[in-house]
Nanobody
Framework: VQLQASGGGLVHAGGSLRLSCAAS????????MGWYRQVPGKQRDLVAT???????NYADSVKGRFTISRDSAASTVYLQMNSLKPEDTGVYYC?????????????????WGQGTLVTVSS
């Protein structure tokens, strides 16, 4: 299972970015997909997750500004980030849990992408 994230970059405060992450590897199901953020010297923190049924969960700091969505047929998750603030700066990691693959039925847990850098200038 591979996760390929894209969409990071440099943006001014108040601007918007859209992150994408596609999972690949003969996938037929993914339970939870999401995004985490990490800044130097700190742990990786939850930004947002979405289940296969569409239930979403957001960090308090991004509620009302970020929207997570997914295309289950394409095993892809998106993060629309609006009204960005300098404190949103960090490396954003894509996450996928309980990924089912074929033809031999196997499940893979705790899968991480390579990270994409988001920098918000003040």
């Amino acid at each position: 299972v591979q996760l390929q994230a894209s969409g990071g970059g440099l943006v001014h405060a108040g601007g918007s970015l859209r992150l994408s992450c596609a999972a690949s590897g003969n996938i037929f199901s993914v339970d939870v997909m999401g995004w985490y953020r990490q800044v130097p010297g700190k742990q990786r923190d939850l930004v947002a997750t979405i289940t296969g049924g569409g239930h979403t969960n957001y960090a308090d700091s991004v509620k009302g500004r970020f929207t997570i969505s997914r295309d289950s047929a394409a095993s892809t998750v998106y993060l629309q980030m609006n009204s960005l603030k300098p404190e949103d700066t960090g490396v954003y990691y894509c996450y996928a849990d309980r990924v089912g693959t074929a033809p031999k039925l196997r499940y893979y847990y705790d899968n991480w992408g390579q990270g994409t850098l988001v920098t918000v200038s003040s």
